[in-house]
């Protein structure tokens, strides 16, 4: 019976089976390896990209920066060239330089007289068709009056104030 076995194992079909068999194993190996060394080319490559991506932004930012370095730059100097301008207006010309001082304050008072005696009006008006207002009325319309008066500010000071050179880079 034992040399029926070895007979057996020893012959060339069991000898091309196991060839065949360990060729498939050492197959499946080199292609675990290929697709582990392709994995890993491709992180390679997604940190590269997220490099790039990162410098990129980064001069991105920087030419940002620059832009509006350079815009807040040129309107300062055009401010300073209308103050050079306006300042040195004389003789018949002079009251151009005053009413261009007047304009902001002058448009503000306007603005708010006109806005508030717009209220009243409506008020007066409602009153006297008869409208009785509620406490709860009474409430909401002083909500409104309050938040038009903080939306008033927010205008006129970002009127004057907003998006003015400081003088300084």
């Known amino acids: 019976m034992l040399a029926t076995i070895v007979a057996l194992l020893s012959s060339s079909g069991v000898g091309s089976l196991i060839g065949w068999i360990g060729g498939f194993l050492n197959r499946k190996i080199d292609l675990q390896a290929k697709k582990d060394e392709y994995s890993y080319n491709l992180s390679i490559r997604d940190k590269d990209l997220d490099q790039t991506k990162a410098e990129i932004a980064g001069q991105v930012a920087v030419a940002d920066r620059q832009v509006e370095t350079a815009a807040y730059g040129a ?17 018949k ?9 007047l304009i902001r304050p002058l448009v503000t008072v306007v603005f708010l007289l006109t806005s508030l005696s717009l209220s009243i009006y409506i008020v007066i008006k409602a009153y006297n068709s008869g409208v009785e207002f509620s406490k709860d009325d009474w409430k909401e319309l002083l909500t409104y009056v309050v938040h038009w008066v903080f939306f008033q500010s927010g205008v006129v000071i970002g009127w004057w104030f907003a998006n003015r050179p400081s003088g300084r880079s």
Request: proline share 0%; glycine share 8%.
């Open 75 to 91: 309107m300062a100097e055009s401010f300073k060239e209308q103050a050079n301008l306006v300042g040195n207006l004389k003789g």
């Open 93 to 101: 010309w002079a009251w151009v330089d005053a009413v261009s001082k």
